[in-house]
């Protein structure tokens, strides 16, 4: 019975130490960092008619939030950046195939999404906000009570309103438009009340027209945003996150939201 012991306590300890070799080694073949200095760039994939986060300006070049975030963080880790428009649909098969080397345009954390890909720290946290005309006194959620509001058709901001059945059973009537920028011109001249909206979107137009509108004390719900990197690629997540820290600590990462946004909405 001794001797069975023994041989038990032997094959676990046995057992231990080759799963314990086995995770060094995965570990220490992980060179995408390295090759990412190599190549002296990473390959950012992205849907390019995504304003503010990143989209062609009127002289066809690819600008926005993320598009100056990844060049400022590439600028401090040593390399470039290569901007590469891709299918939405498919940016995380496009991303595992190498054809891209970080998912990095508004791209929302996800359970779902963590089974098939790895991300950054959280560098930003969006929210759908209530935007409102600046002579409102829409405040809260329950001032919604009566209230015509807009909101873009398929949108997340339709799912979180629907989410909250309180709400939307107060409201007198939900108006559907085919992009937010029709819902805002209609908040402007009082067709409706209120537009439910990503914060990100919200604000970038807010940004664009001082004095119009402003933005209620409560929302819908927040969402972390992330940079999609692929599972394997440990050592190029690793320096990504310690430059995006260092962006935050600085500050940086807090003027490239003020420009964009109006408002440091950088996750800490």
Same mark, same amino acid.
């Given at each position: 019975m001794k001797k069975r012991l023994v041989f038990l306590v032997i094959a676990i300890f046995t057992l231990g130490v080759l799963i314990s070799g086995c995770g060094k080694k995965e570990q220490a073949t992980d060179n995408s960092w390295k090759e990412i200095q190599q190549k002296g760039k990473f390959v950012l994939?992205? %849907?390019d008619s995504f304003p503010p986060m990143g989209f062609k300006d009127d002289k066809g070049q690819i600008v926005g939030f993320d598009i100056d975030m990844a060049q400022e963080a590439a600028k401090r880790m040593g390399v470039?950046?290569?901007l590469k428009p891709v299918q939405w649909d498919g940016?995380?098969? /496009?991303?595992?195939?190498? %054809?891209?080397?970080?998912?990095?345009?508004?791209l929302t954390i996800t359970d779902k999404r963590k089974q098939q890909i790895a991300f950054s720290k959280v560098y930003l946290q969006n929210k759908q906000i209530i935007v409102t005309n600046n002579d409102s006194n829409i405040k809260t959620?329950?001032?919604?009570a009566g209230k015509k509001v807009g909101l873009q058709l398929g949108s997340s901001s339709e799912t979180a309103l629907n989410a909250d059945s309180t709400t939307t059973k107060s409201i007198k009537e939900?108006?559907?438009? /085919?992009?937010?920028?029709?819902?805002?011109?209609d908040l402007k001249t009082g067709r409706i009340d209120a537009?439910?909206? %990503?914060?990100v979107v919200g604000r970038y137009y807010i940004s664009k027209k001082p004095g119009q509108y402003k933005v209620a004390d409560e929302d819908f719900g927040k969402e972390d945003y992330g940079v999609g990197i692929r599972k394997t690629d440990v050592s190029f997540k690793n320096e990504l996150d310690k430059t995006l820290d260092a962006m935050k600590a600085d500050g940086t990462a807090d003027k490239i939201s003020q420009k964009w946004f109006g408002k440091d909405i950088i996750a800490k």
């Open positions: 994939g992205l %849907d470039k950046v290569e940016v995380l098969l /496009s991303l595992n195939n190498k %054809d891209i080397d970080v998912i990095w345009n508004g959620k329950k001032d919604l939900i108006k559907k438009y /085919s992009n937010n920028t029709e819902a805002l011109m537009v439910v909206v %990503d914060e």
